[in-house]
Each structure stands twice: as C-alpha cells, then as structure tokens.
C-alpha cells in the first residue's frame, strides 16, 4: 500500500475479491497507538462484519480487492523459505573461509534449521488446505454446470420464460468464470509452494557431505593360477605279429635325399625338350 494513500477514503466502498466477486463493504479501519494501519472492517453482504489485517488489501485507484487468506499466506512463505535458506548457506560459506568460530557456526545454522523447519510444517500444512480448496472449486464447478443443465431443460420445456431464463444463465456463466479462475490460481499457488520446498530439497541433498575419501579401487585378489602339467602320453602296447621283428630303432634320424635337378633346353621354335 502507498505511504500517501489514505484508506479511510474507501470507507463505504464497495469491495471484492481477487475474481472479481462482491465481498461486502469497507465500515472502519484499525490503527496501532503509532498511527499505522493495522486491520479493516468490513461488513459482508450476508450482514456479518469480519476484520482483515491490512496486508491482505489491495488499493488500486477507487477499487480495494481482498486477497485470499491462504493465497497472502503463500507468499508469504514463498519469499522467507528461500530468504533464511540463502541466509544459512551463506553462513557455511563463512564458517569454510574460517570468517567465524566453529561455536558461533552451530549456534547461528541451529537457528536457522529451527525456523526453516518450522516454516517447512507451515508450508505442508498450507498445501494440505490448498487441496481442499482446488476440492471446493471443483465441486462448486459440478454443481454450476447441473444447475446450468436443468435451466436449460426446464427452459426447452416452456416452465422458464426467456426473461427469466437470460437473468439465470447470466448469473451461472459469471460464477463459472469466476470459480474457475480461483481454481486455476489456486493450483498455480499450490505449484509454487511445492516447487519452493521441492527445489530447497534438492538443494540440500546435492550439497557434498564433507570431504569423502575416494573409494579404493577394487582390486581382485591375486590367486595363484596352477597350470596343469601336458599329460605324459601312456604307451599303449600294441602287439606284434608273430613274423615280424620290432623295428629296432635307428641311432640318428635318416636325412631326406638331395633335390633332382633337371635342365631343360629349347631347340629351335618347334624343338623338342630334351635331357
């Protein structure tokens, strides 16, 4: 909100929420003892008067919209989750340049864990309700588009007059319209929730945990491989016939005979080879 806007000029003004849909009206405003603006008061169209704090308001020129409770939530985590995240990795950072004492690094990193798991609890929870409310939306889609079925009937039949007829299907296609955006914001913010605590972790789990030593290479160990011996060929007697001798065995092997070398000459065109 502008420092130089002053709300209590939207007293009585009619206002909405995020889809366009009418809330109720601006009754008073609530200030704290040093003059800020604290909270609005507004009466609802059903007669009830509710207060909202100020931070869920949005002025722009002669229009104040109402945000979502759970959408002003969100965001809200959206921008700390991170926040302390950045925060506590750069407090590591500084522990490893030794810029502090061991000491002052648990004790600040404790801190930091705490408040980031508390506002992890917050952001699941926050995703629990969101789900209900995609629910809700579905559901009010369901029951618009049945009612938008039996008008269209009960018109084709004659019981509804056109005039009455345009005034009904008016009324349910701008509630459709307006359901269905809410219901496609609200998926859009449960995505960023999720991705805000989805990426977080991943962050922290690609972190390396301290400095590993490097696994030692697998070595097979070393057996020894017995090579078998050639097997010594048994002799297997053969016997011999009755009229021959054993062959005895010759001292020295008998060398091959020399080459026969044959010359060969040509007599004339039509001679004949010859010796």
Not at 74 to 82: G, M, S, V
Not at 208 to 226: C, D, F, K, R, S
Request: with cysteine; glycine share 4%.
């Amino acid at each position: 909100m502008s420092q130089n806007l002053n709300p209590f000029l939207f007293i009585g003004k009619q206002i909405k929420d995020e889809y366009g849909r009418p809330i109720g009206k601006v009754i008073s405003l609530a200030l704290t003892p040093n003059g800020k603006f604290d909270a609005v008061y507004l009466e609802k169209s059903d007669g009830r008067f509710l207060k909202y704090p100020m931070e869920y308001l949005k002025f722009e020129g002669e229009e104040v919209t109402l945000l979502s409770e759970i959408k002003s939530k969100t965001n809200a985590l959206c921008d700390q989750i991170p926040l302390i995240w950045r925060k506590d990795q750069a407090l590591k950072d500084l522990s490893e340049k030794n810029k502090i004492s061991r000491e002052l690094y648990e004790e600040l990193h404790n801190n930091f864990e705490g408040v980031l798991n508390q506002l992890r609890t917050e952001a699941q929870s926050l995703i629990e309700e969101l789900d209900k409310e995609i629910a809700r939306c579905t559901n009010e889609i369901k029951a618009l588009n049945y009612a938008l079925v039996h008008l269209e009937l009960e018109h084709e039949i004659g019981k509804i007059d056109d005039q009455s007829y345009e005034m009904a299907f008016m009324a349910i296609q701008e509630n459709l319209t307006h359901i269905n955006k809410e219901k496609e914001d609200l998926e859009l913010t449960k995505n960023k929730l999720s991705n805000i605590i989805l990426g977080e972790k991943t962050e922290e789990s690609s972190e390396p945990q301290g400095e590993e030593e490097p696994a030692p290479e697998e070595t097979t160990p070393e057996t020894e491989i017995e090579t078998p011996l050639p097997e010594t060929p048994t002799e297997t007697p053969t016997e011999t016939p009755a009229n021959e001798e054993p062959s005895q065995p010759s001292e020295s092997p008998e060398l091959p005979e020399p080459p026969v070398v044959v010359y060969v000459k040509e007599v004339g065109e039509s001679g004949v080879s010859g010796l």
